[in-house]
Structure formats: C-alpha cells, structure tokens
T-cell receptor, first 113, second 110 residues
Framework: DAGITQSPRHKVTETGTPVTLRCHQTENHRYMYWYRQDPGHGLRLIHYSYGVKDTDKGEVSDGYSVSRSKTEDFLLTLESATSSQTSVYFC????????????FGPGTRLTVT | ELKVEQNPLFLSMQEGKNYTIYCNYSTTSDRLYWYRQDPGKSLESLFVLLSNGAVKQEGRLMASLDTKARLSTLHITAAVHDLSATYFCAVDLPGNQFYFGTGTSLTVIP
C-alpha cells in the first residue's frame, strides 16, 4: 500500500469554527489532491498541489484553502466550517510512474453541526 | 465544464452473469482510470488506461478505452459476490486534474 495517511480520521465541529485536515505521504510523489465525497456526486476535486508551495483550485474550492510547505504534507483548511461542508474528505497522491495513477488515503469523516 | 457520466448508476446482477459499465466523458483526454470502493472504505485503483484502444484485464474485470468516442467500458465476466462494490471512472485533464464519475453501485446476488 502507498504510504499515505490522513488525520484526524473523524471530526465533529461546530459551524463557524476553523478546521484543518492533514495529509501525509512517504512516497515522495509530486502531486497531492484533496477531494470530498458526497452521495450522488462521486468525488469532487477541492484543491491540488503540483509541488511545494504550488497549489491550484479544483471544481469545489470555495470555502477551502490549502498549503504545502513540505513535499510530504498537504493541509486542507476550512476557515469557517459550514454544515454544507459535512462530508468525507479524501487525500490522494500521484506521480509520473504508472501514468499518474492516484493512491488514496483512508479518508476523514467531518461533521459540522 | 467537463462531465463524466457513468451508467448504470445502480446495477444488480446474478452470480455468473456478464455485464458492462459505461463511462462517457465530454472532453478530450487520453488517460482514464477505474477505481473500486467498498462501503466505508477508501478507493482502490483497478486500471490505468493511457491511450486509445488500451485494454487491461484483471481477473473477471476488463477495461477498455476509446478516446475518439470518449468512452470507456468496464466489463464484468461471470460475476461473483466479491465484486460487489462501487466502481468509479476518472478522467485526467492536462495539469493532472482528475474528474470522477458519480459511480456505479454493483450488487452481485447469489
């Protein structure tokens, strides 16, 4: 299995509070991604990174920010959580080997009350 | 806006039968991926298709890609219960942005 972990694995928070999710990899892959998964929508890309300090928006980036100060860590921050951000969040990594195949982390279940 | 459509969304099939899941996408791409997700679990990579006409097979699953038709298929041969899962296709755009289909929930009935 690809070395990719997410923390926390579960979190319950209140509306309006900031939340940071962490993705950590040991594979030295260049690309890292944050997705959210909701019923009926599949996976939707929030933000992605193509190198240290190099990030870009995905299709559902509003209300989220990211940072990547080291190759191995990619942080997703909800500045002020809303109930619509209740979801399962997956981190993924990919590199040039195997055609940029993505490897997924175990996921973080976030509930905003 | 890129659209990735899978059909069917739900599939219930008997053990031993064959079936095909379809993945259509709306823009040019030479790279398509298939993933499997078990309930409550993460996604597992099944196939990476990198060119027109690519065909990959693993056990009872076979995936193919027709970039001109913007279509990929995932064929299931002689289904068994262990194949019950949700299957996703994903398209890769330049810049390595991935767009996923909404998934096909497969249930194999004994």
């Amino acid at each position: 299995d690809a070395g990719i972990t997410q923390s926390p694995r579960h979190k319950v928070t209140e509306t309006g509070t900031p939340v940071t999710l962490r993705c950590h990899q040991t594979e030295n892959h260049r690309y890292m991604y944050w997705y959210r998964q909701d019923p009926g929508h599949g996976l939707r890309l929030i933000h992605y990174s193509y190198g240290v300090k190099d990030t870009d928006k995905g299709e559902v980036s509003d209300g989220y920010s990211v940072s990547r100060s080291k190759t191995e860590d990619f942080l997703l921050t909800l500045e002020s959580a809303t109930s619509s951000q209740t979801s399962v969040y997956f981190c993924a990594i990919s590199g040039a080997d195997r055609g940029y195949e993505q490897y997924f982390g175990p996921g973080t279940r976030l509930t905003v009350t | 806006e890129l659209k990735v459509e899978q059909n069917p969304l739900f599939l219930s099939m008997q053990e031993g039968k064959n079936y095909t899941i379809y993945c259509n996408y709306s823009t040019t791409s030479d790279r398509l991926y298939w993933y499997r997700q078990d309930p409550g679990k993460s996604l597992e990579s099944l196939f990476v298709l990198l060119s027109n006409g690519a065909v990959k097979q693993e056990g009872r699953l076979m995936a193919s890609l027709d970039t001109k038709a913007r279509l990929s298929t995932l064929h299931i041969t002689a289904a068994v219960h262990d194949l019950s899962a949700t299957y996703f296709c994903a398209v890769d755009l330049p810049g390595n942005q991935f767009y996923f289909g909404t998934g096909t929930s497969l249930t194999v009935i004994p």
